[in-house]
């Protein structure tokens, strides 16, 4: 946010952000003619790379942010010691910025606004003070700074983000091979894989906000990036995250490349974490709908002609009856469940003829939804 005084370069995070490239540089190529490489490095550069990439996505962002699930301890101490590792200041900061840049997404008070461009929500952002000094508003976290382990990760951060992202894979190098391996997972697992994480994350401000797919809206500029999500654990669909930011999952259909998802969900079912929230399909598919006519409207012209008019009214009964059927088939299916665990036959029997209808009734409004867009593309198209 800006503040009165004029802006500053934040001289420890530009250092550190433009020498740690280098440093990986100089540092691969000088370990690999000296020593040679063996599989001790990339080893450790890979769990690295998971451990505090999943402590961001899964723990900074899923977990702390936006609560979409709950964690037992021993995970969330994981999450705050390779978080801190990944030298992407402590969650109570971080998350703080996070849940500024979800209130305001793309206006002043967004701390990495896409709407300033890419670079400065990519980077820049973290080498300039603005007005001079640096606020991470921690009001934003009032609920966080109540868990002991993220107030010991704070207070302790720059002790912890050295020796866990530095000094712990230099140590388990050195235990396995000797001076060539501390020297290597220094090198590839704290130098170059923070730089990895770095840009990985960056990617989410910068790249997420700029090109993809917008199937759930455009009132912001995230966007949906299958390819990006390669890149984040699963974080490229930033478009879904925006619209349904409690969901647990960001790639929602059990095709999409989301890692993180598939790692909550794992330890879920082995009973460390429970309380995933998840939307119901029927509520993304409104969305979707909803999205797809107001980009088709506002294509049509002239706006406010009595068929435009008329045709959004048609749009609004449809899916006010839509999301009335889907919660209702949602009761009778919970019902049905029920039902079958008492083995109630007949109640059963009773439960699956209203399912069947509430079914059909649901297919009528979508073939309704499709006509509405149909009648929309043939109303007077614009050029564009
Ligand atoms: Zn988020
Ligand atoms: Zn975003």
Redesign the pocket.
């Known amino acids: 946010m800006a503040g009165n005084g004029d802006d500053t370069i934040n001289v420890v995070n530009s250092l550190f952000l433009m020498l740690t490239p280098i440093a990986s540089f100089v540092g691969l190529w000088w370990h690999a003619t000296t020593f040679g490489v063996t599989w001790v490095e990339p080893f450790l550069f890979v769990i690295w790379y998971f451990a505090c990439g999943l402590s961001i996505t899964v723990g900074y962002?899923r977990l702390f942010?936006?609560r979409s699930h709950e964690a037992s301890w021993p995970l969330r101490l994981f999450y705050a010691l390779f978080g801190a590792g990944a030298f992407e200041n402590s969650a109570l900061n971080w998350c703080a910025d996070?849940r500024l840049?979800?209130r305001h997404t793309d206006k002043p008070e967004d701390p990495y606004s896409a709407s300033r461009g890419f670079w400065w929500s990519h980077i820049l952002w973290v080498m300039i003070d603005e007005g001079g000094e640096r606020i991470h508003d921690l009001d934003q976290v009032k609920d966080l700074q109540e868990d002991p382990i993220l107030r010991f990760q704070h207070k302790y951060y720059l002790l912890l983000c050295v020796g866990v992202g530095m000094f712990l894979p230099a140590l388990i190098g050195g235990l396995i091979s000797g001076v060539p391996g501390a020297v290597g997972g220094f090198v590839w697992a704290g130098l170059a894989r923070t730089v990895f994480t770095h840009h990985g994350t960056f990617l989410i401000n910068s790249a997420a906000h700029i090109w993809g797919t917008q199937p759930y809206g455009e009132s912001n500029s995230s966007k949906d990036s299958p390819m990006l999500a390669f890149l984040t654990f699963g974080e490229g669909y930033h478009n879904f995250?925006h619209t349904f930011?409690a969901d647990y999952r960001n790639g929602h259909r059990w095709y999409h490349f989301d890692p993180s998802k598939w790692w909550i969900k794992a330890f879920a079912l082995v009973g460390l974490k429970r309380g995933l929230k998840s939307t119901p399909d029927w509520h993304i598919e409104d969305k979707r709908r909803q999205a797809s006519f107001e980009t088709a409207a506002s294509k049509a012209s002239p706006d406010g002609t009595e068929d435009l008019t008329r045709l959004q009214e048609r749009m609004k009964a449809a899916r006010s009856n839509f999301k009335a059927q889907s919660r209702a088939l949602d009761k009778l299916l919970a019902e049905r469940r029920a039902a079958r665990k008492e083995r109630q036959a007949a109640r059963r029997q009773e439960l699956e003829e209203a399912i069947t209808k509430l079914r059909d009734d649901i297919a009528t409004i979508r073939a309704e939804f499709a006509q509405i867009m149909n009648d929309l593309t043939a109303f007077k198209p614009t050029a564009a």
Request: net charge neutral.
């Open positions: 962002h942010s936006h996070h840049h979800h995250h930011q």
